[in-house]
């Protein structure tokens, strides 16, 4: 689900791509994940690829519940963890993403 979004946001800019054709909304597809129009997919792409780095396993956990849209315990089952460790590292992920994301905007 993450390559399909991000993949979409890169294309959407793309002339080559037949940038002033009539699009379908990605908000008209069903996605396991309500879009929001504030969020930048290609800098959250960028930023979970580098948490990535840190720590690979809430990176998975973001994908995950994010983009697949699985519950805490649907994602526990998945990766073989405990719900507790799920919710953990779901926690500290968001706050790193929300911390990294925030950092690059001028206000």
Known sequence: MR????????N???????????HIPIQDLALAVEQKDDVDLLRLDDTLNRL????PEQARIVELRYFSGFSIEETAAILGVSPSTVKRDWRAAKAWLRRELLSGIKM
Not at 4 to 10: N, R, S
Not at 12 to 22: I, L, M, Q, S, V
Not at 52 to 55: H, K, P
């Open 3 to 10: 390559r399909i979004l991000v993949d979409y946001a890169k």
């Open 12 to 22: 959407k800019y793309r002339a080559k791509r037949g940038g002033h054709a009539d």
């Open 52 to 55: 990535a780095e840190i720590d």
